[in-house]
């Protein structure tokens, strides 16, 4: 019984990981691909680990506290790095994807900056 | 607060030495009895109980935990459809939140749960630039956010 909920637990984590592989292919532009990546991976890592860590809980009688560690630093680590490569990506110049609605932060962009978009929307129309 | 928790964690201790038995189980139920003790002396002495920030936190990881799990299911949807029908934006999202740490929460949760990616900070702290995978409608996203988080966040730091 407590075996079938561990294996729930590992496919749950399993499926959400491929979906992140098949987001990160489908979507088209550097921010959506990160959304694939961290976000499903979040769901997907959790579960995993709650699935070995109930393994070893119940089937080895084993308390591990660094196994649930890991949840923290992934939880820790993930936005902090999705930050950084979006905002650097967004800061020299690479464009949003064409069905996007609205851009509110270029607009507070220095004008230096500001120029690096439209000269990539230029490149990318030409 | 911190006089609380190490008035609590005091008498967790005294009551280990009154046992004389000084097990993982003996302070647990020591801390137990403290909680008590404090939350008797809290209508004396007046002060903010803390057992109630640590409700807030637990609250909040329940929001959280559901978010993520209301997020991944919108997330499976987009990625699964078979045209890409979303819409992306980034969108300014204000907060009420003052103090860099409530900020930097606040960015880091709407960063976890799919869906929502912040990208950058105003000058001032209060202005979050959030990539958003999805925006059929601007201002109803800016008040989602405002309401889930914002008020939780608060009721751990006030």
């Known amino acids: ?126 | 607060m911190a006089f609380q928790i190490l008035l609590n964690l005091l008498i967790a201790v005294v009551w280990m030495a009154l046992q004389n038995s000084y097990t993982p189980v003996d302070f647990l139920f020591g801390y137990v009895v403290g909680i008590f003790v404090l939350l008797i002396l809290r209508t004396v002495l007046r002060f903010d109980f803390y057992m109630r920030r640590v409700y807030a936190v637990f609250k909040l990881f329940l929001l959280f935990s559901k978010e993520l799990i209301m997020a991944n299911i919108d997330m499976i949807r987009i990625v699964l459809s078979p045209k890409l029908t979303n819409k992306p934006g980034i969108v300014a999202v204000p907060t009420r939140l003052s103090s860099d740490w409530e900020v930097t929460l606040l960015a880091s949760l709407i960063s976890l749960t799919p869906g929502t990616l912040s990208m950058d900070f105003s000058e001032d702290g209060r202005t979050i630039y959030i990539h958003n995978i999805d925006v059929p409608n601007r201002e109803e996203m800016i008040k989602d956010i405002q309401d889930k988080f914002e008020k939780a966040i608060l009721e751990v730091t006030r």
Request: aromatic letters at 10%; zero cysteines; hydrophobic letters at 45%.
């Open chain 1, 1 to 126: 019984m407590i075996e079938i909920l561990i294996s729930i637990f590992v496919l749950i984590g399993g499926f959400f990981s491929l979906l992140g592989s098949i987001g990160i292919l489908r979507l088209k532009d550097v921010y959506g691909r990160i959304h694939a990546a961290t976000k499903s991976a979040t769901l997907g890592v959790v579960a995993t680990i709650t699935g070995t860590f109930l393994y070893f809980l119940i089937i080895d009688g084993e308390f591990s506290g660094n196994i649930l560690l890991t949840i923290l630093f992934v939880f820790m680590t993930a936005p902090v790095a999705a930050h950084i490569i979006s905002r650097s990506a967004h800061r020299t110049g690479i464009k949003l994807w064409e069905q996007s609605t609205v851009d509110e932060l270029v607009d507070t962009y220095p004008e230096k900056e500001r120029q690096l978009h439209q000269q990539a929307e230029k490149t990318e129309r030409s």
